[in-house]
T-cell receptor, first 108, second 111 residues
Framework: GQNIDQPTEMTATEGAIVQINCTYQ??????LFWYQQHAGEAPTFLSY????GLEEKGRFSSFLSRSKGYSYLLLKELQMKDSASYLC?????????FGAGTQVVVTP | GAVVSQHPSRVICKSGTSVKIECRSL??????MFWYRQFPKQSLMLMAT?????????EQGVEKDKFLINHASLTLSTLTVTSAHPEDSSFYIC???????FGSGTRLTVV
């Protein structure tokens, strides 16, 4: 079956770096997506990896290892507004399988 | 970039009534759209794939007669929750099939 795992919650201080890990077990894998979701709102797209390696987009970077079924999202120079849930999603046979989300709490 | 407009953002309805949620692609043609449901502190669960001009494809366990999907044009997909019950209260979200663009979501509360 399909399985996407990520930690439930992480806490970090303003200005720090946080790494959110995501492991997946899917068939027909064709990419790993990361989203940010604030409470009561729809997700917004952050990053996408289809090949192994690191994708950097400003303060956010995402890494993928297809052989290990592993990805992470790196958030640098944390700001208070980064407090949100971060969802990883595996694209599998043309559909998205979402993890339950990691709630990141940024403290002053 | 691609924009999906979803309405209404919030709706409260009485048990037994039906509610229609609309998703419009504003600047692109969407032959396929996804409909998700999200309960509090849980993941987005794919309910169905909406296909323009043909029947929707429902995920296992989703009642197609209860959650009616219509995708009659390249810019509009609708989800109708029929005979809604309190357990249908949830956050419903549509998205383009590219994975980049989501509607703003509809908070449905059935009382």
């Amino acid at each position: 079956g399909q399985n996407i795992d990520q930690p439930t919650e992480m806490t970090a201080t303003e200005g720090a770096i946080v790494q959110i890990n995501c492991t997946y077990q899917t068939s027909g894998f064709n990419g790993l997506f990361w989203y940010q979701q604030h409470a009561g709102e729809a997700p917004t797209f952050l990053s996408y990896n289809v090949l192994d390696g690191l994708e950097e987009k400003g303060r956010f970077s995402s890494f993928l290892s297809r052989s290990k079924g592993y990805s992470y999202l790196l958030l640098k120079e944390l700001q208070m507004k980064d407090s949100a849930s971060y969802l990883c999603a595996a694209l599998s046979w043309g559909k998205f399988q979402f993890g339950a989300g990691t709630q990141v709490v940024v403290t002053p | 970039g691609a924009v999906v407009s979803q309405h209404p953002s919030r709706v409260i309805c009485k048990s037994g009534t039906s509610v229609k949620i609309e998703c419009r692609s504003l600047d692109f043609q969407a032959t396929t759209m996804f409909w998700y449901r999200q309960f509090p502190k849980q993941s987005l669960m794919l309910m169905a794939t909406s296909n323009e001009g043909s029947k929707a494809t429902y995920e296992q366990g989703v009642e197609k007669d209860k959650f009616l999907i219509n995708h009659a044009s390249l810019t509009l997909s609708t989800l109708t929750v029929t005979s809604a019950h309190p357990e249908d209260s949830s956050f419903y979200i549509c998205s383009a099939s590219n994975g980049y663009t989501f509607g703003s979501g509809t908070r449905l509360t059935v009382v």
